[in-house]
């Protein structure tokens, strides 16, 4: 029963597989998180069940947010998330059961959803990978310029404004990224770590959101069908 988990990034450390081979890995403290709300497809359109994590001070939380919980036999919670599910699975939970990452025993493979570490406002070159303007003698303090921008004037006869899309300056990172098809190496269920092959989005203590992975690569199918 995978229905999703709410966590936070501790960090990244080093492990070793059979062969002694490096590998980078990311540890999460996923949960322990709680039910505080299920959907049904009779009542909401669909099936559903919203997860609550982290305890919160009611004096920092909202009356609509603790009368929600509550109804779940919750305290304040700070962070709620929707996870899609199954009806079946949807049946089999209820208002304030735990969810631990024991809910991913067995599974090999996990998409991280969290927000990018926020860059601030960024030129091209560190934006986009652009290689900047010669920087031979004769130029102008220009190195690190764009370019031009409106050389698509007679593309199709369109006008001479920026075509969309364009590559230029403006705020890098801070944005919503899912990484796809972790690898699980382990998890702690004493300790509720989830033990993660790869970088995941975000900065340390930053909220990632765990979900059982929907489509995987050839490689990744045949993994975990062999094991």
């Not at 919160?56 to 109804?71: E, F, L, M, Q, Y």
């Amino acid at each position: 029963m995978a229905t999703g988990l709410i966590g936070r990034i501790i960090g990244m450390t080093r492990l070793y597989d059979k062969s002694g081979r490096n590998v980078p890995v990311t540890v999460i403290e996923a949960g322990p998180c709680f039910v505080s709300q299920v959907k049904a497809a009779q009542t909401d359109g669909y099936s559903a069940v919203q997860l609550a994590y982290e305890d919160v001070k009611p004096r920092n939380s909202t009356v609509p947010v603790i009368g929600h919980d509550a109804k779940a036999g919750l305290g304040a919670k700070r962070v709620h998330r929707e996870f899609r599910v199954a009806e079946s699975v949807a049946g089999e939970l209820e208002l304030g059961q735990q969810v631990t990452v024991a809910t991913f025993e067995g599974i090999g493979f996990v998409d991280v959803t969290g927000t990018s570490k926020g860059k601030g406002y960024a030129g091209t070159m560190k934006r986009w990978g652009h290689k900047g303007q010669p920087a031979s003698h004769g130029v102008e303090r220009k190195h690190r310029s764009p370019g031009s921008i409106c050389s698509h004037a007679s593309n199709r006869g369109f006008s001479g404004r920026p075509k969309k899309g364009l590559h230029m300056s403006g705020h890098m990172g801070d944005a919503r990224i899912t990484t796809r098809s972790m690898e699980v190496w382990g998890l702690d269920v004493k300790k509720n770590l989830l033990i993660l092959k790869g970088a995941v989005p975000g900065a340390c203590k930053g909220l990632v959101y765990i979900r059982e992975a929907k489509r995987l690569c050839k490689s990744k199918a045949r993994l975990a069908k062999a094991s």
